[in-house]
């Protein structure tokens, strides 16, 4: 594991789950992450931060009383300035939900979406810098989005946030040739892989439309799936091997989705 280190501009850093019932969705990520959890900003309302052997790796919070509200996991983007970063992405078609706005003084925030409709969050950091620990069950080790088609969205990342991109999810690290759609983008910054876009084109679900998935390193997927279902949860794609390893898809009780992927990817 290794402590938490300012990432460069536009590079994921933290994840956020927003849930109807934070106590139990506690107990489910507890129980199957092995996470504990302390007391996150206070301007983010009911909100705690998941800790792995004291490091930090994701955040939990309550979600308004509204039942139209989606669940879902959230990657966040660091950026040296969130406000002008937010600026540009208005002016490149996305929007800005919620922010920019201080969270005491761990860092400045925006919750934003791109111009396909995808929520994802820009983080400024300030005294807390994102993911702490890595390599070891339970941490977020990748995120995608998908979407239906990446040809629009992709140059909406490109003109934000200055990504260089790869049409070779192998080559770059991550995705399967055998198995994923060629509709496949990866996001590079620096030389380095940081994040994907996927296009499903009609397999994309009409009830949530184009949205961040994160994927989390498990010791074991099928031990892992058989725990989700123990936990209240639901099995989306059972696992299958696949280029970079064995991998599946779930969801938490109240259905926001993410990725398993084992140790060995």
């Known amino acids: 594991m290794t402590e938490a280190t300012r990432r460069a501009p536009g590079s994921p850093c933290w994840v956020s ?3 109807h019932g934070l106590d139990a969705t506690m107990d489910f990520y507890g129980g199957l992450f092995g996470w504990e959890f302390h007391p996150g900003p206070r301007q983010l309302g009911p909100y705690v931060r998941a800790l792995i ?6 955040g939990v919070g309550r979600l ?11 990657p966040y983007l660091a950026t040296p300035d969130v406000d002008r ?10 929007t800005v939900g919620v922010g920019p706005l201080d969270a005491e003084d761990s860092g400045r925030l925006a919750i934003v979406t791109d111009t396909a409709g995808s929520v994802f ?3 400024q950091a300030a005294g807390h810098l994102g993911i702490a620990a890595g390599g070891v069950h339970g941490t977020p080790v990748w995120n995608e989005l998908v979407t239906a088609e990446t040809a629009a969205v992709v140059k909406f990342y490109r003109t934000v946030f200055g990504y260089q991109e790869s049409r070779d999810p192998v080559a770059a690290g991550h995705g399967d040739r055998d198995d994923g759609p060629e509709d496949y983008v990866t996001l590079v910054r620096d030389g380095l892989p940081v994040a994907a876009l996927r296009g499903v084109g009609k397999a994309l679900p009409r009830d949530r439309g184009s949205h961040w998935v ?11 799936v058989e725990r989700v279902a123990e936990l209240g949860g639901r099995v989306v794609d059972p696992p299958e091997d696949g280029a970079r390893g064995r991998r599946a898809t779930v969801t938490d009780p109240e259905g926001a989705v993410f990725n398993l992927v084992g140790s060995g990817r």
């Not at 052997?53 to 994701?58: R, S």
């Not at 308004?64 to 959230?74: E, I, K, S």
């Not at 970063?85 to 002016?91: D, G, P």
């Open 121 to 123: 969050g820009l983080w």
């Open 85 to 94: 970063t937010a600026e540009a992405l208005r002016c490149c078609g996305g």
């Open 214 to 224: 994160t994927w989390f390193q498990v010791d074991d997927v099928d031990t892992a």
């Open 53 to 58: 052997d004291g490091k930090e790796v994701a």
């Open 64 to 74: 308004p009383a509204d039942p139209r509200l989606q669940v879902a996991w959230t």
């Open 17 to 19: 789950l927003m849930a």
